[in-house]
């Protein structure tokens, strides 16, 4: 798996949602919605999900295995990092 491009929106208001990112792998699939949370141990990602009729969310995309997780999780906070010194939407 190759992430070809990353786009991170910074949200404006204050909370833990910090940020919302898309990302291309391959250059043919495209992940939008991916939130950047502020917790109690940093920053993480969470991938996109939906409210089942139960009250729960459940993920509609996420990755198999925790090395992709860190992976994905490493590269999407890096330029979020960078996006924040930017001062811009990348």
């Given at each position: 798996?190759n992430?070809?491009d990353?786009?991170?929106?910074i949200?404006?208001?204050?909370?833990?949602?910090?940020?919302?990112?898309?990302i291309t792998?391959?250059?043919?699939?495209?992940?939008h919605?991916?939130?950047?949370?502020?917790?109690d141990?940093?920053?993480?990602?969470?991938?996109?999900?939906?409210?089942?009729?139960?009250?729960?969310?459940?993920?509609?995309?996420h990755?198999?295995?925790?090395?992709?997780?860190?992976?994905?999780?490493?590269?999407?906070l890096?330029?979020?990092?960078?996006?924040?010194?930017?001062?811009?939407?990348?």
């Amino acid at each position: 798996m190759n992430v070809t491009d990353v786009r991170i929106r910074i949200m404006e208001k204050e909370g833990k949602l910090k940020a919302v990112a898309s990302i291309t792998i391959d250059d043919c699939l495209v992940i939008h919605d991916i939130k950047v949370i502020e917790g109690d141990r940093g920053l993480f990602i969470a991938m996109p999900s939906r409210k089942a009729q139960d009250g729960t969310y459940k993920d509609i995309a996420h990755p198999i295995n925790s090395d992709t997780r860190t992976e994905l999780q490493d590269l999407i906070l890096n330029n979020y990092e960078k996006a924040l010194k930017e001062g811009v939407a990348l």
